[in-house]
């Protein structure tokens, strides 16, 4: 029984193995270097902390944020941007001690954006917008913003399909609403501190 095996590597008459101090240098160079990439994050580090830096999120900002009541919105969209916002808050839900309150009105939109020769629509557009005001206990208005969110999906053969394509993208549109106002929120707090 034979089995095939490759051709033999000819390496020819000038083969040498001349690189082989080369490869010997810079893998010394290498390891010289090793030290050098933590020395530089360490130094950057440094400079980030000379520099005034602070990360807007942390224990400071925690208990403005988490006294922020999150008023309740209608429709399932609003339901979802309320439940992500309480979470990013890190609030309870509950109006009773919170200092703030924050009322957001939605405004929902869709558009047909992809004609297939029969006029049948294949693909739609949804877009969020949120009106958010931040008050006090009080009524005074401390703060107001709008949120815009664009979300899209495929219409299929199936309408199951497509019911749970549509709802996806709406919810996945009120979570970046709601990180967004979150993120506005603690910008207005860590502006408000200074």
Same mark, same amino acid.
């Given at each position: 029984m034979?089995?095939?095996?490759?051709?033999?590597v000819?390496?020819?008459? +000038?083969?040498?193995?001349?690189?082989?101090?080369?490869?010997?240098?810079?893998?010394?160079?290498? &390891?010289?270097?090793?030290?050098?990439?933590?020395?530089?994050?360490?130094?950057?580090?440094?400079?980030?902390?000379?520099?005034?830096? +602070?990360?807007?999120y942390?224990?400071s900002?925690?208990?403005?944020?988490?006294?922020?009541?999150?008023?309740?919105?209608?429709?399932?969209?609003?339901? &979802?941007?309320?439940?992500?916002?309480?979470?990013?808050?890190?609030?309870?839900?509950?109006?009773?001690?919170?200092?703030?309150?924050? /009322?957001?009105?939605?405004?929902?939109?869709?558009?047909?954006?992809?004609?297939?020769?029969?006029?049948?629509?294949?693909?739609?557009?949804? +877009?969020?917008?949120?009106?958010?005001?931040?008050?006090?206990?009080?009524?005074?208005?401390?703060?107001?913003g709008?949120?815009?969110e664009?979300?899209?999906?495929?219409?299929?053969?199936?309408?199951?399909?497509?019911?749970?394509? &549509?709802?996806?993208?709406?919810?996945?549109?009120?979570?970046?609403?709601?990180? /967004?106002?979150?993120?506005?929120l603690?910008?207005?707090?860590r502006?408000?501190?200074?």
């Amino acid at each position: 029984m034979t089995y095939w095996s490759p051709p033999p590597v000819f390496a020819g008459p +000038r083969a040498s193995y001349d690189h082989l101090p080369r490869l010997r240098a810079n893998a010394r160079a290498g &390891e010289a270097g090793l030290w050098l990439r933590p020395a530089i994050a360490l130094l950057l580090c440094l400079l980030l902390g000379a520099c005034g830096f +602070r990360p807007m999120y942390g224990k400071s900002l925690a208990p403005q944020l988490s006294s922020v009541y999150v008023e309740p919105i209608a429709e399932r969209d609003g339901y &979802e941007l309320r439940t992500s916002l309480i979470d990013a808050l890190r609030s309870d839900g509950d109006p009773a001690g919170k200092t703030y309150r924050l /009322r957001i009105m939605l405004n929902e939109s869709s558009q047909g954006v992809a004609l297939q020769n029969d006029a049948s629509i294949t693909r739609y557009n949804n +877009r969020l917008e949120a009106r958010y005001t931040l008050s006090d206990t009080r009524g005074n208005v401390l703060t107001s913003g709008i949120q815009t969110e664009l979300s899209a999906y495929n219409v299929v053969q199936s309408p199951y399909a497509t019911l749970v394509a &549509e709802q996806d993208a709406s919810k996945r549109a009120a979570q970046d609403v709601a990180e /967004r106002i979150h993120l506005d929120l603690g910008v207005w707090f860590r502006q408000r501190k200074k």
